[in-house]
């Protein structure tokens, strides 16, 4: 066996080196046996499967247990993925079409740059007040509640109701009157006392009901059986309201009504009160109607009132209102 032991071979003229004849097989150790052209494109060289060292393949897809790990540039074409993405954090993804998210839910994320929202699609939750306009739209409001009157200023704050068979000795709206309105109003209908009795008022100062310096002026007709009498009543310096004179009012078969306006009550001025009143007197033995009004004679602020009877019970139904100018 003959032995040549050279660095380099290099062809002598052109790029071509041969080595042996056509036909004869050459082997070269760790490469195995060698074809019989080396370096058209198709060939490259791979792993022995056997791990023995490197073999002479004839084409790429000869290669083999290639790690993806060890791709450091470069970038894979589409083809290589494969249709569905395996179950793998998509966090980094971009560009993605709205048409091809198809199911799921999405997490608590921010929404501040979503656009072209449908309200149809909201189906839970409150609107905060903040996403209405100023001035609703032009629709029905016919669900809407609460509504005050319309141009009007007067907004109800509370009824108290006292039927027969629950009567109490007095009604009370303590702490009522606030800086919120400026004048009140009671509308008082259905009234009835257990006994034939007078209606009266006291006003509230701080938390007691006051006794004194109430300068009262009543006019009134007594009506009954094709007469009538004209009657002026005062009470001076007295020490409560007398909202009528001197004529009882009825059972719960016969009620009576009166309306009652406040007059500034949280001023720190006198307080006014005027009330008009229509009684059922002695169980319609006659019908009393007139006019009565009331200087609170203290510059004290008011915050509240109560009703009551002379003696015996009273019923009814008391409603406040409260004016806001």
């Known amino acids: 066996m003959s032995k040549l032991e050279v660095d380099k071979i290099t062809p002598q003229s052109g790029t071509t080196l041969t080595i042996g004849e056509a036909g004869d097989t050459t082997v070269v150790n760790g490469l195995g046996t060698l074809p019989a052209t080396i370096g058209s494109a198709a060939q490259v060289l791979s ?65 501040a740059n979503l656009t072209n929202l449908n309200a149809t699609a909201l189906t839970s939750g409150t609107l905060p007040d903040g996403r209405f306009p100023s001035t609703l739209p032009a629709i029905s409001g016919a669900n809407l509640t609460n509504l005050p009157a319309a141009g009007a200023d007067m907004e109800h704050i509370s009824t108290t109701t006292v039927v027969s068979g629950s009567t109490v000795s007095s009604v009370d709206f303590s702490n009522v009157f606030t800086t919120t309105y400026k004048h009140y109003r009671l509308i008082a209908n259905n009234v009835f006392t257990t006994v034939n009795s007078l209606l009266q008022i006291k006003l509230q100062i701080g938390g007691s009901y006051n006794t004194s310096n109430y300068y009262v002026g009543v006019d009134s007709v007594y009506a009954y059986a094709d007469t009538q009498v004209t009657e002026v009543a005062r009470g001076w310096n007295a020490g409560l309201y007398n909202i009528h004179p001197n004529y009882s ?12 306006m406040f007059y500034a009550p949280k001023d720190s ?43 015996g019970q009273i019923g009814g139904i008391f409603s406040l209102y409260g004016i806001k100018n």
């Open 249 to 260: 009012i009825s059972n719960a078969s016969n009620p009576s009504m009166f309306d009652t």
């Open 269 to 311: 001025a006198k307080t006014i009160l005027n009330t008009q009143f229509m009684l059922n007197h002695n169980n319609l033995t006659a019908t009393v109607s007139g006019n009565s009004s009331l200087l609170h004679n203290s510059a004290s602020s008011v915050t509240g009132f109560q009703i009551f009877s002379v003696s």
């Open 47 to 111: 792993v022995n499967a056997g791990a023995t060292g490197l073999v002479y393949g004839t084409a790429a897809t000869d290669l083999s247990n290639l790690n993806a790990t060890n791709l450091t540039s470069g970038t894979v074409p589409d083809g290589r993925f494969p249709s569905v993405l395996p179950a793998a954090g998509g966090q980094n993804l971009t560009s993605l079409q709205p048409a091809a998210i198809v199911g799921g839910t999405f997490g608590a994320i921010n929404s």
